[in-house]
């Protein structure tokens, strides 16, 4: 099976080549990019040296549709809009890191984002966890966010059984720098960030209507999703804290239990006893969750954490594509986490 | 005038230490330790090579009350509450940096820490900011935790003016490595740590009843303080994020507006119309403060960054020791954020 | 193939572990440890949680030598020499990750470590890149330590040409964090290291005798090796500087030349144009390999970098196992570096 | 006494403005950059809200030099050079922290920088330690390097007394990130350079003829200094290993005792009995030094760390200044290492 990749002098596309050049059922066919093309796709990805030599070239987009049965498109918000039409008419199957279709309501994008170019397109969600079903069937897959990958698998549960009040549910979250991209900034200056904290975007995230939007579906209702990011200074990693109020109080092993039997066949989630930490996932597809409730049953903490570059991004294309073209969900992305 | 430090082997004792040797209104007659007594302080504290040599002393808790005016207790909770009444007797003053004396109600220290030893021992809060007038005339201070100072005076002019409501008020910080204390510990081993996020005690934290007890004296009235600490691996500050909601909506420059009224003679708290960063504080006594709106003026986002050895314990000691004995109050205090 | 460890509690074993686990030629009968006995793996080791969960066994020395293809020990130095002997004797071969057989000279050992309690056991130094036929017929390996795999790479095309001066060859090296173990010290403790840069052991490191027989051997003769290490507050990676003097100027590009051409069947070497870094091999098996000469020719700069983890312990233990066994040198090495 | 900077939004602009403003004998009479000019000074130097909020001036040269009785040059390299002259006729003294006056030799000047454009002017090298006298003399200073700092305090007893061969000496130095400036780049990027270590510039970096003219100076001879800087993630601190051999095997408490005696006299270099470390001088002006013998007495090892942006850079600077108009030399210099 071929696959192509648009945009890889990135982080998530670095690691898509990464995780593909190892995935046995895939081949790549070409790497592809507009100001890249050209260079050696080691110049950009060095610690790819010995692995994968090509160049990269300039992408015609119908061609690669035909030449590529599933081609990844791992370029900024805003470009795949304008190409992926392309790319489908040629016949292959697209997965979009991007947010460009992520919203279902093409308004919120262009409220967060910018005016949509090719609106008429739906893509399903690509979260295995909670769309599994429709991602086998897709020709065109919204790979989630890294930050709605977190809150969303954290919430889903105790949401779904309708057990916790939709309004206010805070999400407080905290993100590795390599969540920002490999473009040098003020703000990601080693100096700068190394020795700080930081929050951003604290109340008008974009990926506050993306979460909103996945955690409304589960109780087909509009939600009070209250998103608040910041910058740590690790590389790889989020965590996110899900601040929720119960509309009965509960006890924190049924919620436990809970979580263990909404995710009890799912590969890439482990429910935890423990708080989880970042650093027990890194490096792998997984989403580790753990939960404490307070003295009365009536306010939860749900914790989650995911590599955000692996289950925020590439790891998570990767499973959406062994779900699309009937592979194992768990082919290519068998790592353990590294630890230390 | 005279100080006396109990308990110099971790790192808010050798933090007053790095303070008292350069404040030009004290002198220093001895340093005291139980376990760490007849070694060379330098040992223990060696950034003090050079500028303070002296050997560490078993304190005679009597004795000490009478050579000082004032005396620093910055032993580990459960430990100043079995000498302050000695000290006192003797006739010293006591700026206790351990939870000893936090909390008005014995019980609730009894439910959070362990029987108190010396419950009948009356203290003044030491948050200058809120508490300034009764300071100056106290005998003995309560120096608050690192969370409680940040967390408080994020709140205080929005609680105190009526406009949010005080339950749910979540508060959801993290503080850098050295908040944790100067014992290895396999939660703060480095490869354990550096790449890491965690929470801990995230809905049963020993500073949530004392950030509710100093919020619900602002509104005379009990309070739904919901505390979620998170451990950073960063070595100093603290950043304190506020989830709060309206009354009535209002509008950001109104609230920015009424924070800088608020604070508008406090020389250790910034308001600024950025978001507060950590790094623009570390190595200092200021407390900046920020925050931000939602859409409609719902939901606001406060939040706060404090030097959590400095404004989070040893230097605001520093500062309740100025008020308590007249001098100007930033004596000795004068340090400029470093930056970078 | 059947595979044990004994040691699991710190992160050699824990990244042994990880490795075995994903490496499709071997089964694991067992885990082992004195003090871990009793224990679930994953307390331990908690990112193998859902990947290996059975418990630690009491280790029968004999026994596991009789049910064991290869025994893998993972213990500190000073504890496999007294029963590496049972185990060879049930019929295992063993594979010793301390440093109890790498010094071909007891008197060294006893001079560096202590004295030796199975002298008379002869074991091949399992660096593959010098040693690769001895190791396919050993019974028992000794895996070299994390500092003298990145020096002696980094030195032996240079030196078995004849081509530097033995004497003196200055060794100034830097290690991340995870290599001084898993065990909570005052140097390791967060706060103490994270902003910190120290040497240790200056002139005097267990590793400098370990490299000075590995560079001597080349030669066939005494050598000056000078190393010099120092702790980095980064989790994983070492970087090694050698600073050498020519016996007659040479070209840079000549030098490179030679050193690519010494590697050029080598899986896990890369010879770079570029100055090698740690971050282009953490979580693999490489070690780079990149060079500098003065204006002059006559001192040239060679820099390496391994993972200290991988290549400087578990990946080069693998490795030894895959060419002891007859499996492809790279098997379950597949690893591609992490990338940020 | 009056004082102006010119070049204030970098890293040494800043730490100098921080370092003045708490410094009881001068008065600032402007801040001045050609780019920055029209901007608030916190808006580049966040961390000085509060504390000095003046705005950015465009810099007339002569005009300055009539009006401060010193002027600080914070520019980059090849800048000051153009208009220091104008600055001297206006009568105030100038201490230079750029390279332009570091080197004697305008040759040594063009080969490692660019062509000299006031190479008539001579400064005096501002290492106080060693060229005090001068210093207090000298209407122009050029302020050392980082680098040049720790190498060559760690170097000149030794080479002073004629004990250690001069060729070759090797210099391993290990920097934090904020040696680098406050550009953003991709060599700083934090997802690039947090969990990295690297070497650059290996044998010809700008650094090695300044500390050649300088460990030259000591023994009126040239000299074979062997340079090599690494950049390590840590903000501030410069570590310097030098890799030395005697002339004659010598001891190493006699070695230590010369360092002690040869420093017996300087407030801001600490001779210590143990290793030195980064964290111990980081806040402060201070140089820590310790060394290590090997066995024989041959080989010797010195360790110097310093904060880069203080005694490596602006409290340096700040030193010489006190030397130029007869104040304390510990003026404005007092603060004490921060530590944890």
Chains 1, 2, 3, 4 share one sequence.
Do not use: W
Request: aromatic share 6%; charged share 25%; net charge negative.
């Amino acid at each position: 099976m071929s696959t192509a990749v648009i945009g890889v002098s990135g982080y998530t596309g670095g690691e898509l080549l990464r995780l593909l050049i190892n995935h046995s059922k895939t081949e790549l066919v070409g790497v592809y990019g507009k100001k890249s093309a050209g260079k050696r796709l080691t110049e950009l990805q060095p610690n790819l040296v010995g692995f994968e030599e090509r160049t990269i070239k300039k992408p015609d987009y119908p061609e690669i549709g035909k030449n590529a049965d599933v081609v990844f498109t791992a370029t900024p918000h805003g470009i795949a809009m304008k190409f992926v039409p392309k790319i489908l008419e040629g016949g292959a199957k697209v997965i979009d890191l991007s947010a460009d279709y992520r919203l279902d309501d093409p308004k919120i994008y262009e409220k967060y984002y910018k005016k949509h170019e090719s609106p008429e397109l739906k893509a399903v969600y690509g979260l295995p966890e909670l769309h599994r079903d429709e991602i086998k069937k897709a020709e065109l897959v919204a790979n989630p966010g890294c930050y709605p990958t977190a809150a969303v698998l954290s919430l889903a549960p105790l949401v779904k059984e309708n057990m916790v009040k939709t309004d206010p549910i805070i999400i407080d979250a905290k993100s590795g720098t390599s969540g920002a991209g490999a473009k040098p900034s003020k703000m990601l200056h080693h100096p700068a960030c190394a020795e700080n904290i930081q929050a951003y975007s604290p109340t008008s995230h974009r990926h506050e209507p993306e979460i909103a939007q996945e955690i409304g579906k589960l109780v087909e209702d509009e939600v009070g999703i209250h998103f608040t990011p910041h910058l740590i200074p690790i590389v790889r990693g989020i965590l996110s804290t899900s601040h929720v109020f119960m509309r009965e109080p509960g006890a924190e092993e049924e919620v436990l239990d809970l979580y263990q039997k909404f995710y009890k066949n799912e590969i890439f989630v482990r429910v935890l006893k423990a708080l989880p930490q970042v650093s027990s996932v890194v490096g792998s597809n997984l989403c580790d969750i753990g939960l404490k409730s307070d003295a009365k049953g009536e306010r939860f903490v749900v914790i989650s954490v995911i590599d955000n570059l692996i289950k925020g991004a590439s790891g998570q294309a990767i499973q959406n594509m062994n779900l699309m073209f009937g592979f194992g969900e768990a082919e290519g992305l068998g790592e353990i986490p590294l630890s230390p």
